[in-house]
């Protein structure tokens, strides 16, 4: 079955500092990986994608990815926070035979001045 | 990339009654989700809605209480019925094009 698991409820970064949020995966076949924010009252919106290629992905907001087949991850990225980064985070990844998602967690990300 | 947009945005609703979730798409999709966010939780699917076919339901989920419609390309609606406080989440739709899904704004449940 294929799975995702975010190890970190919240992560807390300083701005200007860069900021990591792990996501680890589990899934047959090659994986479709991707990563969701959600801003308070607001819906999902996306962030980035790996289906295949580089493995480092950038995206939107100056987010990035880096896919790592050996250890099953693709932790978000970005060099420098900012206070409106502060959202929850989910990673997800693609059941290649039904299409559906199938989500971690979610990781709240708080940015301080 | 799609547009979805979703009615009522939010709603409270007594317990016993039904409540009718619309998503429409500005453009035509094949695949179209219907997820459940409870209150601080992760997005769980509760049926994948193809046009010409009935819905696909997960487990723990079933037809009588979230019943879909999907009549068209753009269009499907997800029912909540006969509701209890524990419903109370945010509904959300989406759609997959070229493996990529887009998410509907939601629809935010309070169930009393």
């Known amino acids: 079955a294929q799975s995702v698991a975010q190890p970190e409820d919240q992560v807390n970064v300083a701005e200007g500092n860069p900021l990591t949020v792990k996501c680890t995966y589990s899934v047959s076949g090659n994986p479709y990986l991707f990563w969701y924010v959600q801003y308070p009252n607001r819906g999902l919106q996306f962030l980035l994608k790996?289906?295949?290629?580089?493995?480092l992905v950038k995206g939107s907001y100056g987010f990035e990815a880096e896919f790592n087949k050996s250890q099953t991850s693709f932790h978000l990225k970005k060099p420098s926070a900012l206070v409106s980064d502060s959202a929850l985070y989910f990673c997800?990844?693609?059941?290649?035979?039904?299409?559906?998602?199938?989500f971690g967690q979610g990781t709240t990300l708080q940015v301080k001045p | 990339s799609a547009v979805i947009s979703q009615k009522p945005s939010r709603d409270i609703c007594q317990r016993g009654t039904s409540l009718t979730i619309q998503c429409q798409v500005d453009s035509q999709v094949t695949m179209m989700f219907w997820y459940r966010q409870q209150p601080g939780q992760s997005l769980t699917l509760i049926a994948t809605?193809?046009?010409?076919?009935?819905?696909?339901?997960e487990s723990g989920f079933v037809i009588d209480k979230f019943p879909i419609s999907r009549p068209n390309l753009t269009f499907s609606t997800l029912t909540v019925s006969n509701m209890s406080p524990e419903d109370s989440s945010i509904y959300l739709c989406s759609v997959e094009t070229g493996r990529e899904q887009f998410f509907g704004p939601g629809t935010r449940l309070t169930v009393l």
């Open positions: 809605a193809n046009q010409g076919s009935e819905a696909t339901y």
């Open positions: 997800a990844v693609r059941d290649g035979n039904t299409g559906k998602l199938i």
């Open positions: 790996y289906i295949t290629g580089d493995n």
